[in-house]
Structure formats: structure tokens, C-alpha cells
């Protein structure tokens, strides 16, 4: 009945690491991510910190054997990382079966469009990018470049929890049998336009994030691309299949509270989770590790920590946020955290908090600080967004 | 410091977008926000950005703009005090 | 055991004047321009002045059009939100790029960005009405509409919601508007509304609208349709698009004669037109064939004024003269089906039964 759908494979680019291996690597030795801007002129370049990730456009675009400046780079990321999880799963053909593309974005192209605004009137020079503003063409680009034609492609955006909702819809359309398989994820880049939007908001650190510390600062803005494949237990048997974890609960809702911050209790983040448990057929006690939101934000992390404390009844089991290593990598963020997940089952650890020194004054919540080797078999992942969106996904080593 | 109360009504109905208020309907002493002009935190980062803009004073904490928001009057005495 | 999909009702603001929900279509806005504008209802009347002040336009159009279809359906709320868009309020997100250049990065502030957030209309629609339920935004160009009925299906037939609010919205802008006149996606000379579907010229006349409808999986009084099926494919190749269509109508067990006429996405972009001129003169040759960009404009959610216009001939049981696009009548509508594409790109269908 509460069957999960199976995760068969994995791609993933950050700023811990240009493929799933390497996150791994930089999550298990401490290694943040969170650096200096170099990409982007920005004047604001010595009160940031950003998880950038090293490759500049050029370098993703010789990889990818495209001409320079082809593309935004959400596509690039996200070409990279879908590549990534096709290849692990073993797709030859990715015709051979109904497969479908959903993917998260928020920036699309909107790097592009920042940088060449004016310069449309003055050149024909970037032409090429002016329809990069339509964040479907992102999807769009990927799509392509994986070969995925005649095909179910969409695009959702829901700020910060987008590719969380890529990865449910994903999950739903299998489960529906709409779909045979599909890959899920989503991909932003940074720019100057989150950049500055954030700083509207004053809601950006100036030094490293410290996710649920008492003298948190903000957020560092990340860039990330993360994609999963999603595939039917028929395919899976019929092509005798590796399962690396299985999607075995998600949940949506919204806080219907504010534009951008979130209620102080947390109640849309409950919400969400009490469906996740209802889906899966869980009970929170069934939990080994939470990999929460926690963007360091002081809203973000009060609002979140109150929300765990009255689903787990004030038993919250391990948790930590790793966006100390990458930033808030916003709609990649739940798809990147998806991966970090289904590592955590596969390797049973769970991710240091790193950063975190001192407890909220407001509750007595102390995330993981150190790596820890724990038997992991059910992760729940937290991804909140702008517009009250909240949405929790399940992970199981079991379906 | 008249002058400043009127100018700080003019610019909160412009730059926040109260059609509907005239400068006469803000007493120097009405709360701004809650129950008074019920403005709310995205205004406030508004009034950052023109203490800034306007007043050359820059406000790090955004909890810092609440007690100096808190009126027509408030708003005015921090910033004679601490104008660039 | 799957349930039907009813839409229950319906709120469209547009080119035409569509919000006054009596009307259908009698009393035409007509141009000739490149660039459409919609009615403007008296928005006051829907948002406490308060609300509005931080209001892009986007989300005005669509409180009022989600209102409008909220009363006829006779809800307080939802069990989910639902929205498709093209491009989100691109009006405010398109003014903070420009502060960001002009101001170079300094005294930005808030509201703007907020507003370029795509979900920004879904989210306010559920602050307003206190609904806590899923809450989804759907971006990808031509079938950001039709992502969202989807998924607004899957949840009805499982009966994971009772009611679902579902809309598309797109505001039409200027930077936008001449950055892709300069590629040929915008026609060069303004056209009229009666010469545009025949003008042989490249580009389309860029509209803007926003449309909302409960759909449910109980019927209601004010019920209008059921949604049968939906197909959504990101490319299609040109010689192939009849087999799908028959494909997908034979996965319903429906022949083309089954069919009481067919609404079609032309938008008189000669480049592109042939998609559905192919069609009207091979497979739909004897079905009754409809047309509606020339009353909306082109925009990434233009099907969801395509929706309204279905949805309209099943309550009235009449066809405008103005949308027929051949000589043959539809005397009784009992099934319709909507076939869009963009630029040879995200194509749809969309099969709706009088019920």
C-alpha cells in the first residue's frame, strides 16, 4: 500500500563537489564550500559569503563541448548533474520506457538577463540568451541535452522547496503510472538578482551560516544542481535494477502566513510533515536522522526547530543542516539535500552541523556536530520556501 | 523638526504605496505599525532602505528599525540625532 | 477505483472583457496593435486597498479572476492552489533588474523581489484565503497551464483533494515584449484583430489574462465539464502530431468522429501556424474547428482563456461566431478537445465532455 518509489540513480554538482562522490568526500571530512564571491562583479562581493561552485561557465561549457557563452549557467549545472544520475542509473536508451523530466528553478536564466538587460538594445550579440528568461527554458536545455523527446517535461517553481516538489511530483506520476520513470531535481545558479534580493530581506551572513545557533547570522546564498531518477518497480525488475533508496514519503503544504517568512510555530512545516508520515505510513519515532531546512536564517531555524519539537514531541532525533557546507543553494536546495539523504542510508552516517556552537535561547535543540556512524534507514528531509511553501520528503533503504 | 514629521508622512505614503492615507490622517504619535498605519516587516525593511537612501543612516539589524519605527515622532527624534 | 474531474467554475480576466462572467464574448475588444492589454476590472472592489499596495499586477488579475471562480463555486476554500505561469510577475522582477543596474546594487528594496518570486500569485491567493493545503507553481513556457490541471487530476481521481483552485497567469511587459520582438517572437507591425490568424507575418501579438477554476471530483450546481485526459509532450515532430492526436484519443477509446469540435492554439505566426493548418486539413477536416488568440493574444498561458472558452460553450451551448474558424457548426457540444503548441515546442491536449 505505502509502497516507496525507487531512487536508481544520481547526479549532483555543488560547491563541495563537481559529482555525488565528491559531496560525499567534503561532507565526510568537514570541507565547506562557503567561500568569497569570484564569479560575479558584485558590490557587495566583502559583506557576502556564497557556496560558489569553482567551474566558471567556460570550463562547464568545454565540458559539455558547447560554444562559449551558450547557455545560462542553470542549464550547465543542471545538464551536469542530470548526465550524472542517467549514467548511475544505467539508462542506455532513455527512450526504452514513458520517461518524464521535473525540474526546480527560481533564477533560469535570470544571470543572463541581468548581465545583458540593456546591452539587448545596443547588440544583436547575446540574442541567444533572451529567451533564457522563461525559467521552463532551462528544463527545456536539459531536456535536450539528455535526449528526452515527445516526452512529459515541466518546470515547478516554489522558491526555495522547488526541486522538493520536483522530486513529490516525480514520485506521484509513478505512482499514478503516468509514468514509467523520471528524472527529478532542479538546478539555480547564482546572481547578482538573489544577491541583492536577499539583501533587501537583510537576511544574508556576512560570515560562514550557523545553522540553529543562538547567534546565527543568515544565510549564504549557494549554486547546485541536483537530479534524481525515479523509476517503477516494473522497470526496476525488469532490468534488475540497483535501488539506492526509495521515496517513501512526501508531504505539501503551505503556511498561509506571510510572503516570506515563516509562522512562528511552524505550522505550515508540521503540516507538511504530518502528510510525509500519513504517505509513508510512518510514525516519527521511525526516523534515524533529519536533515532540516536550517538556513540559518533566525526566522528559518526558530520557526523549524519549533515544528520538530511538536511533531517528535520533543524527542527530535539527530538532525543537522548542510548548508554550512553548500549555502542555500534555493530551489536546488531539496533536491542537493535528497542526495545528502540517500548517502546518509547508504553509508549510515549522519552529517555534522558544522559551524553550530551555541544553543537557540528559545529551545534545547543541538544539532549533530560531528560526523556520526549511525544505521540509517529513514531520513526526513525539510525544504521551506517563500509563498509559505513547505514540503518534507521521506527516504527509505526499504520500500 | 515639523518639517521632518511632514516630509517623513510624505514619503511613507509614497514610497509605501498608501493611496489611501493623506498626511493629515497619521498623528506624529500613531503607531506605525499593528494597529495604528498597520504597516508590517516587509515595510519596515522599506523604511531601512529609505533611512538610508535619504537620511545617509544605515541600520545593520533589522530589529533595530522597531523601536525607531515606532512613530511619526520616534522616527524623526533618531534621526536628527543621527543624521549623516 | 479512479473519480471524474468536474470543473465546477470558472474566473477569467483578459483582453476581453471576460471577468463579467454573464457576458460571452458579445461585446468585442478589438485592435490593431502588437501588444493587448487586458480589461481592467475595477480591482477595488475585489482587494481591500491595504492588500493592494504591494500588489504586482499578476496577482490583481488573479484575485480577481480566483474570487470570481471561488463564489461560483461556492467555497470559502480549498483543498489546494494550483497556479501556472510563464514568466511570474515578470513586471516587478524585470523593475529590480533595472534598479540593480541603474542604482548599481544600492538602496534595493524588498517588494519587488518578493514579487518576482514565480509562486508569488499562488502564495498570496492562499495568505488570503487562509489555505494551507498543497500549493504548487508550475513554470514551463506554453504548458505551465496544463502541468497544473494535471496535477490537480492526479489528486482528484486518487481523491487526495475534494476542491482544487487551478489557474495560469502572465502579465504582459514592455522590456519583455521588445527583447523578443528583436528575435521575431513579436510581430513588427501592428495587425487587427480580424487580420491577424491570416497575416502571413512572423510573430505572434503578445497578450496578457489570468484564469482560475475550481475543479473538483464532485459535481456541483454550477458545473461546467469534465476533464477526461491530458497529454503534455515538450516536442513533437511535425508529421508525427496526427498519430499522437488519434493515439491519444484512441487511449480514451475516442475516435476523431467522436469529436464535437476542436479548439486550436493558432496565433497567426506564419512560421508556426502550420502546426495546426496540418491538422485542419487532414484530421480535423470535418470536425468543427475553433480559434482564440485572436481574442487574447499569445502569452504562456493563453490555453487557460482556450479553458474558459470550452468551458463557456458547454454552459451556453452556443459558439460565438467569432471563434469558428471553418463552416462547420457545433449543434450539440458534448466533447471538446484543445490542442496548443508554442513555437513548435510544448505541445498539449486537453479533452473536456459536457457532463
Known sequence: MNRGIAITGMGLISSIGNNVEENLTSLTSNKTGISRITQINTVHKNDIMVGEISQTNDMLEKQLGLAPNSYSRTPLLGIIAAKEAISQAGIDNIKDCRTGLISGTTVGGMDKAEQYFYDYYESDEHWNHINGLHAGDSTQKIADAIGLAESFVTTISTACSSSANAIMLGARMIKAGELDRVIVGGSDCLSKFTINGFKTLMILSDTYNTPFDEHRKGLNLGEAAAFLVLESDEIVSRENKKVLAYVKGYGNANDAFHQTASSENGDGAVLAMEKAFKVAGLKPSDIDYINAHGTATPNNDLSEGRSLLRIFDNNVPEFSSTKAFTGHTLAAAGSVEAIYSVLAIQNNIIYPNIGFKTPMSEFDLVPETALKHKEINTVLSNSFGFGGNCSTLIFTKEA | MSNLKLELKEKIIEQLNLEDVSVDEIADNDPLFGDGLGLDSIDALELIVMLDKDYGIKLADPKEGRKIFESIDTMAAYISANKA | ?355
Open chain 3, 1 to 355: 477505483m479512479k473519480k471524474e474531474v468536474y470543473i465546477n467554475s470558472i474566473g477569467s480576466v483578459s483582453v476581453q472583457k471576460t471577468f463579467d462572467s454573464t457576458q460571452f464574448l458579445e461585446d468585442i475588444v478589438t485592435y490593431n496593435d502588437t501588444t493587448l492589454k487586458v480589461v481592467d476590472p475595477n480591482y477595488k472592489e475585489y482587494i481591500p486597498p491595504a492588500a493592494a499596495r504591494r500588489m504586482a499586477k499578476g496577482i490583481k488579475m488573479s484575485a480577481v479572476s480566483s474570487k470570481n471562480a471561488m463564489k461560483e463555486a461556492g467555497l470559502q476554500n480549498v483543498d489546494a492552489i494550483i497556479v501556472g505561469t510563464g514568466l511570474g510577475c515578470l513586471g516587478d522582477s524585470e523593475k529590480f533588474v533595472s534598479d540593480i543596474i541603474k542604482n548599481d546594487e544600492q538602496y534595493l528594496t524588498p517588494t519587488r523581489f518578493i514579487q518576482s518570486s514565480h509562486n508569488t500569485v499562488a502564495g498570496s491567493i492562499a495568505l488570503d484565503m487562509g489555505c494551507k493545503g498543497h500549493n504548487f507553481t508550475y513554470v514551463n513556457a506554453s504548458i505551465s497551464f496544463e502541468s497544473s490541471l494535471w496535477d490537480a487530476k492526479l489528486q482528484l481521481q486518487a481523491n487526495e483533494a475534494t476542491h482544487i483552485l487551478v489557474g495560469g497567469v502572465d502579465e504582459m511587459v514592455d522590456h519583455h515584449v521588445d527583447t523578443h520582438r528583436f528575435i521575431g517572437h513579436v510581430k513588427d507591425k501592428p495587425v487587427t484583430m480580424e487580420e491577424v490568424l491570416s497575416s502571413n507575418t512572423k510573430g505572434a501579438v503578445i497578450g496578457e489574462g489570468s484564469h482560475f477554476f475550481v475543479l473538483s471530483n464532485k459535481k456541483g450546481k454550477s458545473t461546467y465539464s469534465k476533464l477526461t485526459s491530458i497529454g503534455i509532450y515538450n516536442t513533437l515532430e511535425k508529421d508525427k502530431i496526427a498519430d499522437v492526436i488519434t493515439g491519444f484519443l484512441k487511449d480514451n477509446e475516442l475516435s476523431v468522429q467522436d469529436l464535437d469540435g476542436v479548439i486550436l492554439g493558432n496565433n497567426g505566426d506564419v512560421e508556426y501556424d502550420h502546426f495546426y493548418t496540418n491538422l485542419c486539413s487532414s484530421i480535423f477536416d470535418n470536425t468543427p474547428q475553433l480559434v482564440f488568440k485572436h481574442l487574447s493574444g499569445e502569452y504562456d498561458t493563453a490555453t487557460g482563456f482556450g479553458f474558459w472558452l470550452a468551458n463557456k460553450i458547454f454552459k451556453t451551448g452556443e459558439v460565438p461566431k467569432i471563434v469558428k474558424l471553418n463552416d462547420k457548426n457545433i449543434t450539440e457540444p458534448k466533447r471538446l478537445l484543445l490542442y496548443n503548441q508554442y513555437r513548435g515546442r510544448n505541445h498539449s491536449l486537453v479533452l473536456l465532455e459536457k457532463c
